[in-house]
Each structure stands twice: as structure tokens, then as C-alpha cells.
């Protein structure tokens, strides 16, 4: 067997591979003859069926599975031997299986390769970029305690109806032609009535002004739109209520209810911060400005990071061989269009060149990825998901059963390791570099950039980190292959 090597662009090698008879043929026949050995056909007995049959109506496909297995190791051999780093994958000229090939005969096979470039990351306090801080004003202190208090609040007692706003609870029946109760009718007792999703205005002015005592006839299908309403209002499923578009109901007004905001008292510190963390709103609106600022100083650090990404890659501008991997791409993703590529291709070509940069990092630092890393990271994920609903006192039980569950998912499990070398190679080059300091207020940040809006942060405090998908190609993102990690195996 002979492997030559042919360079047929930048970064981009032809490598063929002579396979002689004498390199499959035994391991065919060893293969054959075990197959008549172990085959059973009806007219012979065991281990009796002709040779010439079984090599006649197996022959080919073990054929094809031998040179396929040494193809694979010929060729990984020779690339570890040659010391080759990849960008994609090896591409063949042509399938094996389309080939038409005969035991006994020589071939050869040729396979397309896409290189990594050399690179050479050097980095010092000559290199600055701007890293921002944005000043937390009054009036986003007050906007986040005003969601706080909403969120935490609770329906209370009232005495008439007044905006809309309201929630009444009472018994509502439904009514024969006669205005009387139906027989087999529904009827549901102390059922919850929404008033802000009813339709109209004709429809509202049945409510107005509702006081307790109140009986209000209408009809629930031209009332509410939705079927969720109407569903709840009657506590039965769709299927159970059929078709009520023609009935009348009755509702017995038994208690007005009117959603107030929490009051800022104790109670409704301890609901946000824990019991006993703060004790006087002074020390409530100094924690909101913590928690304003954290999540602030999270999307200053996602745009120093974005920054110093784009820095690096126009400071390095590492080469690739983008026909070969345009190529690539589109021969694994065969029922793509051609303006998905168009679409996605330069971002792919993006994400590899920082692949390489961040790859060239660790590889030179020496960084590595431990258990307890990635246990961390997906604790903080899970922390950030339950915050999103306001729960931002998850117990440390609870809480590591989460993670734990979490990582049974060996994907997980690597984008974790993934994420937490990148943090490393990351803060790396943050400390290496020199960081110009600039206050900055939110709508000057906003006004550098058009996503993510970063006034949207202040509604959910610590928002969720959102994941790049590609929607019409099936495209692995290059930066997953060539960063590489040494990561222990986590037990859970």
C-alpha cells in the first residue's frame, strides 16, 4: 500500500491511496470462509455450501468492508505520522461502493483534505480595546422594584367593578330557553371570572359596575375567544363542555377581587432576597442596584468579549481554505439551498477561524477543563433559568439535583467543558491586553450595537444566555473540533 501526497490549493491537499490485493484479500477469505462455515441454506448441509456460492453472494460487500477498514486506518495513521490538523473532514472523490471492484483487483482511492493554518497568538498591553460600564440610574431602580412588586402581588377584596382589572368569583349555571337552570346543564361553583379577556365593549357593559349580589346572564362563546377561558370559567376540558355557542349562563357574583401590587414591607423583602437579607428599603433598593448592575455588568462583558473576539481575528486574520470547506459542506448537506449557504457560510467561516485562535491559546497555556468546573458552570445555568421566574433561592439540595440530571446528558456535558474553556482562554486574553475604562449610560451602550437589546436585561435581571442555531443547514460549527479540551468524566 502506497499513500501519496499532492498540494492542490492553499491549505488544501489531495491524498491517494494505492491499496494492493495482498493488503484485503486475506481478511476477505477469512471472512468468506467463516460465513459458509457458519450459513445455512436450504439443499446443503452445514459448512457445505459451495465456495463459489458464498464468494458469489457475499463476496463484494465484504470486500468493500475490508478496504473501507483499511482505508480508515491508513489514513489516520498517515495523518497522525504526517502530523496533518484537519479543518472539516477528509472528502472522497468517489464511494467506494459505486466503484465497481472485484476481489483480486488493485485500486486506488484519492481524498480531499482542508488544513488548519498556522498561526501564532501574541498578545500584550499594547493591545487595548474598550471595555464599558453602565451607570445604574434611579429610574431603573424604581422600574425593577415596580416589577418586583407586581410580581409578587396578590389579588384583594373589592367592592364594585372599575376598570376591567378585576377578577370575580362566583357560581355560574347554565340556562334552558326559559331562563332557568338546565337540566344536565353546567353549572360550576366558586369559579374564577377574568374580566380583562372579554372581547368587546358591548360584552363588557353586562359587567360594569358588577357588585356582589350581582346575577349576570351572557353568553361564555361570544364573551371570551379563547377556549382556555371558557375551559377554566367552567373548569372542564373542551371535550367535556361541547357546543355551548348558543347557551346562556348565569353568574352569581359572590366576591370582586382586584390585583394589588406587594407592599414594600418585610414579607415581600424576604420573598426576593431571602429572610433576614435585608431589613429597611434602603437596603432593598441598594440590593436591586447590585442586582441591576450585575446583570448589566454581564452584557458589558459579553461585549468586551464580542470585542476582543473581533479584534483578535482582525489582528491574526487566519487563513482557511474556504472552497475546499464550501465544498465540504455542501456534500453533507445535500437538501440545503444554495442561499442557505450563502447565508450561513461566512459565519461558519467566522466561528472556525476563532476556533483556531482559541485552540492556539489553550494548547499554549496549557488549559484544561476539570469536573468541578463544569459542575459550577451548569449550577450558574440553572441558577439563571429558575431566576427568569423569580426564583432566586433555590436550596443547595434542590439545586444540585438539577445539575446532576443536567449532566447526564453527555452533550451537555461537552458544551459545558467547551464553555468553560473558552471562559479560560477568554479571561486569558483580557488580562493580557490593556482594558480602556469608559462609563457609559443604557442608551448610549444600546445605541453600539442593535442585539440584544440590552433595556430588555432589566425585566428579567439574569437573563438566560441565548444559543446561535442554525435553522436550515445541519451544520456543525467548526470551532467544537478544534478547540479540545482534556475533561474528566463526570459522575452523577
Not at 26 to 49: C, E, H, Q, T, W
Not at 52 to 80: C, F, P, T, W
Not at 365 to 391: C, H, P, W
Not at 445 to 471: G, H, M, R
Request: aromatic residues 8%.
Amino acid at each position: 500500500m502506497n499513500i501519496n501526497k499532492e498540494q492542490i490549493a492553499d491549505l488544501t491537499i489531495a491524498v491517494s491511496v494505492h491499496i494492493e490485493k495482498d493488503d484485503y484479500l486475506s481478511k476477505v477469505n477469512d471472512v468468506l470462509r467463516d460465513y459458509r462455515r457458519k450459513a445455512k441454506m436450504p439443499g446443503f448441509r452445514p459448512g457445505k455450501i459451495p465456495e463459489s456460492l458464498i464468494r458469489k453472494m457475499y463476496g463484494k460487500a465484504v470486500m468493500i468492508d475490508e478496504i473501507n477498514k483499511v482505508l480508515s486506518e491508513s489514513l489516520q495513521n498517515y495523518i497522525k505520522e504526517e502530523n496533518l490538523s484537519l479543518v472539516g473532514e477528509m472528502m472522497p472523490k468517489a464511494d467506494t461502493e459505486e466503484l465497481d471492484l472485484e476481489i483480486g483487483n488493485d485500486y486506488t482511492f484519492e481524498f480531499e483534505m482542508g488544513l488548519e493554518p498556522e498561526i501564532e497568538v501574541k498578545l500584550s498591553k499594547e493591545d487595548r480595546i474598550t471595555k464599558y460600564k453602565i451607570l445604574v440610574e434611579k429610574d431603573m431602580i424604581d422600574k425593577e422594584i415596580e416589577r418586583h412588586a407586581k410580581r409578587h402581588g396578590q389579588f384583594v377584596e373589592t367592592d364594585t367593578v372599575v376598570d376591567f382589572l378585576e377578577k370575580l368569583v362566583g357560581d355560574i349555571v347554565q340556562l334552558d330557553n326559559d331562563g332557568q337552570p338546565l337540566e344536565g346543564g353546567h353549572s360550576t361553583e366558586d369559579s374564577s371570572l377574568l374580566l380583562t379577556p372579554i372581547k368587546t365593549d358591548e360584552h363588557k357593559k353586562l359587567f360594569e359596575n358588577a357588585k356582589v349580589g350581582d346575577e349576570i346572564v351572557f353568553n361564555i362563546a361570544e364573551t371570551f375567544s379563547n377556549e382556555w377561558d371558557i375551559s377554566s370559567l367552567l373548569k372542564k376540558s373542551k371535550d367535556e363542555i361541547g357546543d355551548i355557542s348558543a347557551s346562556l349562563f348565569k353568574f352569581t357574583v359572590k366576591s370582586i377581587q382586584k390585583y394589588a401590587d406587594a407592599q414594600l414591607n418585610q414579607e415581600f423583602f424576604d420573598n426576593i432576597f431571602g429572610e433576614g437579607a435585608v431589613s429597611s428599603l434602603e437596603e432593598f433598593e441598594n440590593k436591586i442596584k447590585e442586582s441591576i448592575a450585575f446583570s448589566l455588568e454581564e452584557n458589558c462583558m459579553a461585549k468586551l468579549k464580542n470585542d476582543a473576539r473581533e479584534y483578535l481575528l482582525e489582528k491574526i486574520k487566519p487563513s482557511l481554505p474556504e472552497e475546499f470547506l464550501l465544498r465540504w459542506l455542501k456534500s453533507i448537506n445535500t437538501e440545503a439551498k444554495e442561499e442557505d449557504f450563502e447565508k450561513e457560510f461566512p459565519m461558519f467561516i467566522t466561528n472556525t477561524k476563532w476556533g483556531l485562535i482559541t485552540k492556539n491559546i489553550a494548547r499554549e497555556q496549557d488549559f484544561k477543563v476539570e469536573e468541578n468546573e463544569i459542575i459550577s458552570l451548569a449550577a450558574t445555568s440553572v441558577r439563571r433559568q429558575f431566576a427568569m421566574y423569580g426564583m432566586n433561592n433555590i436550596p443547595d439540595k434542590e439545586l444540585g439535583g438539577y445539575v446532576s440530571n443536567m449532566l447526564k446528558d453527555e452533550k451537555a456535558v461537552r458544551d459545558f467543558a467547551s464553555q468553560v474553556l473558552e471562559n479560560k482562554v477568554t479571561t486569558f486574553i483580557l488580562e493580557t491586553i490593556d482594558l480602556d475604562l469608559q462609563e457609559i449610560s443604557l442608551d448610549d451602550f444600546n445605541k453600539l450595537f442593535n442585539e440584544p437589546n440590552v433595556e430588555e436585561v432589566l425585566d428579567t435581571p439574569q437573563s438566560e444566555e441565548v444559543e446561535d442555531k442554525t435553522e436550515d443547514m445541519e451544520v456543525e460549527t467548526v470551532e467544537a473540533e478544534v478547540v479540545e479540551a482534556e475533561v474528566e468524566t463526570v459522575e452523577t
